[in-house]
């Protein structure tokens, strides 16, 4: 019991805990002054992410792609690099599975795999481009993967149009039943939710994720590079080499992320008038995680049930969604703001120390 007590009094849970509290706290207050209640407000998103299997089932759904670009930001900065284009490889991931799905019939187990490894690996050169800008001509990865982004944007509907998308029609062919990968059961069990493998998949690759960085070789030069990459040339590693391969695999966690939405939600790939957006939560998830493979777990399950829920704060306690932003803004305001988190953090850490002395 007193290892449990320990595990949750350590400062690196209990800041991001008094994080979220205050975030959530700072909502509170702004709702009251527009003149909404805040209590019934949460209790509203809690009712419509807890309310239903099928409430419940969805989040799940919500939660899988912010735990793919989560990992894409938190790689890549883990390696010293900031992946802002974690929206394009998503996009990009989203092609390549819409082209696998609806071009090819084969088996299913060959076909499902096919289209999931075919988002990585275009989500992973997408991202790799960026990282080769960087190294052979130093341009900044924040410029290019901002550009690639929206150049990811209007390749996707150029392709679609061009190749995919029926006369007429605004979205694509429906890929293959042998290239879906939706749970039949599970969503049968949750009210007909969309879910499917690809929330396993999103768990196995955090675990990629620390084994890759903390437990290989080549993670440690990936590390390496990221802290000082003059010491590490310095040291024999191929900075450049680790730059590219850095962004390739912060692109393929992106990538799946949009495999999987086209292979277990949508089945189909529309014409898009926007960016979907999850690239840019991601951001926000890896800030939240402390770019760790388990907090960004955690952080998008924050993520996912603050938006999904958002809906139930809508409409069951009439809170605007700019409000509701609000809410979510603060809560990554209070993680990023570490400095003052502490100040609120640093009486219960004294308390702990007088009572180890």
Same mark, same amino acid.
């Given at each position: 019991?007193?290892?449990? %007590? $320990?595990?949750?009094? !350590?400062?690196?849970?209990? *800041?991001?805990? /008094?994080?979220?509290?205050?975030? #959530?706290?700072?909502? =509170? ?99 790799? %481009? $960026?990282?080769?800008? !960087?190294?052979?001509?130093? *341009?900044?990865? /924040?410029?290019?993967?901002?550009? #690639?982004?929206?150049? =990811? ?100 966690? $992106? ?103």
């Amino acid at each position: 019991m007193n290892r449990v %007590i $320990a595990v949750f009094t !350590k400062e690196s849970f209990l *800041v991001p805990l /008094v994080a979220i509290i205050l975030g #959530l706290l700072t909502g =509170a207050i702004a709702m009251l002054a527009g003149g909404f209640n805040p209590i019934k407000a949460y209790m509203a998103l809690l009712e419509k992410v807890f309310g239903s299997a099928y409430n419940f089932g969805e989040t799940i759904r919500q939660i899988t792609p912010l735990i793919f670009t989560g990992l894409a930001v938190a790689f890549a900065f883990r390696t010293g690099l900031f992946n802002i284009g974690a929206e394009g490889q998503f996009i990009v991931g989203m092609i390549a599975s819409t082209a696998v799905g609806v071009s090819f019939d084969l088996p299913a187990y060959i076909h499902a795999p096919l289209a999931v490894i075919a988002g990585a690996v275009a989500g992973g050169l997408w991202g790799s %481009i $960026a990282g080769y800008l !960087k190294a052979a001509r130093g *341009v900044n990865e /924040v410029i290019t993967s901002i550009m #690639l982004n929206w150049v =990811a944007l209007y390749l996707a509907n150029w392709v679609m149009n061009a190749f995919f998308v029926p006369a007429g029609q605004q979205r694509s062919e429906m890929i293959h039943d042998s290239a879906v990968i939706t749970i039949g059961w599970l969503s049968t069990m949750f009210d007909s939710a969309r879910l499917h493998w690809g929330t396993l998949i999103a768990v196995l690759a955090a675990i990629f994720f620390y084994v890759i960085l903390w437990k290989t070789k080549s993670g440690y030069e990936l590390r390496a590079v990221g802290l000082n990459p003059h010491a590490s040339e310095y040291a024999g590693m191929n900075v450049n080499r680790n730059v590219v391969k850095a962004m390739f695999i912060g692109g393929m966690f $992106a990538g799946i992320g949009g495999a999987c939405e086209i292979l277990g939600v949508f089945h189909y790939q529309a014409i898009m008038t926007a960016q979907p957006g999850y690239g840019f939560d991601g951001i926000a998830v890896a800030l939240i995680g402390g770019n760790t493979p388990l907090g960004v777990v955690l952080g998008a399950i924050l993520f996912g049930i603050l938006t999904f829920g958002a809906a139930g704060m809508k409409f069951g306690a009439g809170v605007p969604v700019e409000l509701i932003r609000v809410v979510i803004a603060s809560v990554i305001f209070f993680v990023a703001a570490h400095g003052i988190v502490k100040i609120f953090v640093k009486p219960i850490m004294k308390k702990k120390k007088e009572g180890g002395n």
